[in-house]
């Protein structure tokens, strides 16, 4: 058996009795329900659950002590009648209040219970018993209430009396009570007021509102959906496109290394002084340092966080120059690099090539370390990569990442390799004009042909 | 707010509630142990904490029941003490009287100092049946009851407590009071008067406790009120025979009182011989008696000559005499011992029959004197210094 009281009614039996300046007492109406509880479990078999619950709904408090029964404790029916008029098949316990007992029913109420149960006809009558217990110096007083069942065995009396919401409602549900609510003003207010928020079948209208937005949204998400689809569709075909492209450049790549490595070998044979030993004695030859990208460029996957270099593109695809220049010619391009990143030694000796006769320029060019950045239409990726590419390598990161790979005296510091391009420039510029490069970019950035980032 | 005098209960309570408690527990005298009064403890008041004092109306009272305490609650109203109070039976909580067979709660009247306490003793008149209907559990002990109720003697002083039956074990105690029929009116007055507190009435209280419902363990006590214990020769006095294994209350019981009436006849007689002995003395011996207890008889010292040699002889009588035979002191008045006093010889032992009367014990004293003389002189001239 579960009892359970509303907060408000609690309060207002504590209010009557704190309030009191002796014993007091009342009666508790309310209602008792069957609660019949099913449970299933793996094993297949239910099983059910009766319980009985009491809810008091509202108290009826007594004017006076003995007013419905004498000094022998006779409950007079009169004065029962009298007292609760028709809320009488409502009652379902009786309460009393006293102050500084103990918690057990005393001899005149186990008598009174005794009669009210014959009575009132209720055989399980609940008696609720407050007592308020304070301290000898007054500092604390508690409040203590027990709900006794003494229709029960001796030893099965006390029901725990649960008071819903009284407690933490942050973290529990605020429940609601099943008092059934009675008041005429509330009825006749809600009735007025109701088509605001009720609709004609009863159910409130934000709701319906509510689940039409969230429709709609479905709806537009199913659509969004399609679209996703597609364009992702669309992307899969260019990253092939993109994959076989990136896979032909690498092919051209290196079908010309091996043509400049045969006409390298045909000029190395005439002339015997070859300055490229000395520009670049960590490099080998000014030459080697273009080819670089090349061998590693197959290594690249097209859409790897490393893309092809300049130079690698340049060399593949005579496009990509506005000039007249051969692809070999592209491949000894300077590599773009933005200021104070750390120099490629390479360019040193295209940069000479570039000057065409302008030494001065030249010698600018080397000093500012400037680069071409050749025109790339290989801007679009598909994923954008390439133009990611582009970018870095005008800042310099292409570099560090080729010159990871390939060379291994690469030398961090910019400065010393601006020094060093300076000072190898002239020897090289022979040879190298010799091929008629295009003109270097110059070093205030104007670009020959070529674009800068 | 234990052991509160009864004043400082009566300053406390509520004024209008003053009397009725007042008649409890000056007068309160409940049950058969009337040595013990009733005792009030945990005064606390109904009325809200902003009320002035003094305004006390609730209360527990100790009720001494069966050799048990019991602690009732007793609930007045400050506010409407015309309205009869309410009780809780503290551990006994089934035990619900009729209120029908309580007229001073029907009737009650606030105005009556004694109602309260009228009330009281009817409750526990109802509390003694409702112990007396819980023996039932138990067929022997119900047996015991009703064989000692048949008995005049014993069935109207009885008090029974029927102990909680342990709900692991099963078993069921419980504990007869009787008060003994025996008559202590004839016990001589000097020996009552000798204790410190009122005696009140005196009585004889026997208590059988029965540990088991099939009376395998059985404890009886004594309890003599102390005007009695002292006059019977202390608590020497409260041996009783052990219960018999397999016998009854209604052949033991008057066992111990034949008992207790034959040890207050010894006294009785006793006191009678005492005097017969020390009238015959004083007879025999007329001037040579210094002094004697008057009131008790149980001293006499004559001042002898025998031969131009004096001495004392004290005679001290105990109190199951003639049973016990009296000792007699011989005292020299010339010699010292060492330690500065008069030098004595105790005898205990010397010719003596209890079947005597007064005179011939007088005479054979006499006879006992004159034989045992001279050896006392010697032995003071040889041990004593002058």
């Keep these: 058996m579960a009892a359970s009281i509303s907060g408000y009614t609690f309060s207002s039996v504590c209010y009557h009795s704190a309030n009191s300046n002796a014993d007091h007492e009342g009666f508790l109406l309310g209602d008792v329900r069957q609660e019949e509880t099913v449970s299933i479990s793996d094993t297949q078999i239910s099983s059910a659950e009766l319980l009985q619950v009491v809810e008091i709904h509202h108290h009826d408090p007594c004017a006076q002590l003995f007013s419905f029964y004498d000094y022998a404790g006779k409950v007079s029916e009169e004065s029962l009648n009298s007292i609760l008029k028709d809320r009488r098949k409502n009652v379902i316990g009786w309460y009393r209040f006293r102050r500084n007992t103990q918690q057990q029913m005393s001899f005149r109420e186990q008598i009174i219970h005794k009669q009210l149960t014959q009575l009132l006809g209720v055989p399980d009558l609940v008696f609720l018993l407050f007592s308020f217990i304070s301290t000898a110096n007054s500092s604390t007083h508690a409040l203590e209430y027990v709900l006794f069942r003494p229709n029960r065995s001796r030893y099965n009396q006390r029901i725990t009396l649960s008071i819903p919401n009284l407690g933490n409602t942050s973290q529990q549900e605020y429940k609601v009570s099943s008092v059934p609510n009675t008041s005429l003003n509330y009825a006749k207010v809600i009735k007025e007021h109701g088509a605001e928020f009720f609709d004609k079948d009863g159910v409130m209208k934000d709701i319906r509102t509510i689940f039409q937005v969230y429709s709609a949204l479905q709806d537009k998400l199913q659509a969004v959906c399609g679209e996703v689809e597609q364009s992702e569709r669309v992307k899969e075909k260019i990253q092939e496109e993109v994959n076989k492209l990136k896979q032909q450049i690498a092919l051209r790549k290196r079908k010309t290394a091996e043509e400049e490595r045969r006409l390298r070998e045909a000029q190395n044979a005439d002339s015997h002084s070859t300055p490229e030993e ?63 990143s750390p120099g490629h030694p390479t360019p040193g000796p295209t940069v000479m090539g570039l000057g065409l006769g302008h030494g001065l320029g030249l010698g600018l060019s080397a000093s500012s370390n400037p680069v071409t950045t050749p025109s790339t239409p290989y801007l679009g990726n598909g994923d954008g990569s390439s133009s990611d590419s582009l970018d870095r390598q005008a800042a310099g990161q292409e570099d560090d990442d080729d010159e990871e790979e390939d060379d291994e005296d690469e030398d961090s510091s910019e400065y010393e390799n601006l020094v060093s391009e300076g000072a190898h420039l002239p020897m090289v510029s022979a040879s190298v004009l010799a091929q008629g490069r295009p003109a270097a970019l110059s070093p205030d950035g104007d670009a020959h042909g070529s674009q800068a980032t | ?169 099963g078993e069921f105690s419980a504990r007869f009071l009787l008060k003994l029929p025996v008559d202590f009116s004839n016990i001589p007055i000097y020996l009552l008067k000798d204790t410190a507190l009122d005696p009140g009435e005196d009585v004889a209280l026997l208590s059988v406790s029965f540990e088991d419902a099939e009376a395998t363990q059985v404890f009886p006590k004594l309890y003599l009120s102390p005007s009695i214990e002292h006059a019977l020769g202390g608590s020497s006095a409260l041996h009783i025979p052990a219960f018999p294994s397999g016998g009854c209350l209604i052949d033991y019981v008057p066992q111990v009182c034949q008992l207790l009436t034959n040890k207050v006849q010894y006294v009785i007689q006793g006191y009678h011989k005492r005097r017969e002995y020390i009238a015959a003395f004083l007879s025999h011996f007329g001037t040579g008696v210094v002094e004697y207890d008057a009131e008790g008889f149980t001293k006499l010292t004559l001042l002898l000559m025998w031969k131009d040699f004096c001495f004392l002889v004290h005679v001290d009588l105990p109190l199951y005499f003639p049973r016990d035979q009296p000792t007699l002191t011989f005292q020299s008045v010339y010699h010292f011992t060492n330690s500065g006093q008069l030098y004595s010889q105790v005898q205990k032992s010397y010719p003596y029959s209890p079947r005597w009367d007064g005179n011939e014990m007088a005479k054979r004293a006499k006879a006992y004197f004159k034989s045992f003389i001279p050896q006392f002189q010697e032995g003071a001239f040889a041990n004593g210094k002058l």
């Design chain 1, 278 to 340: 000395n520009t670049e004695p960590c490099e080998g030859s000014p030459l080697s340092g273009i080819t670089f990208p090349t061998p590693s460029a197959p290594e690249r996957p097209s859409t790897s966080p490393n893309p092809p270099s300049y130079t690698d593109l340049m060399s593949q695809d005579d496009s990509l120059l506005p000039s007249s220049s051969p692809p070999t010619s592209a491949a000894l391009l300077p590599r773009p690099q933005a200021v104070g």
């Design chain 2, 1 to 169: 707010m234990n052991n509160m005098s009864p004043e400082v209960a009566l300053h406390r309570i509520s004024p209008e509630l003053r009397p009725l408690l007042c008649s409890v527990v000056r007068n309160g005298r409940v049950g058969l142990d009337s040595t013990n009064c009733l005792r009030v403890t945990d005064l606390k008041t109904g009325c809200t904490s902003l009320t002035p004092g003094p305004c006390c109306d609730r209360f527990k009272l100790h009720i001494p029941y069966a050799g048990e305490t019991l602690k009732w609650d007793i609930i007045f109203n400050a506010r409407y003490p015309e309205l009869p109070p309410d009780f809780i039976f503290g551990e006994d909580a089934e035990f619900l009287p009729e209120p029908s067979e309580l007229p001073h709660l029907v009737h009650w009247d606030a105005g009556n100092p004694e109602c309260l306490l009228q009330l009281v003793k009817e409750l526990i008149q109802q509390y003694h049946h409702y112990q007396c209907l819980r023996l039932r559990e138990s067929s022997r002990l119900l047996f015991e009851y009703d064989s000692l109720l048949e008995d005049p003697n014993y069935g109207r002083n009885m008090e029974i407590y029927a102990g909680r039956k342990n709900s692991w074990t």
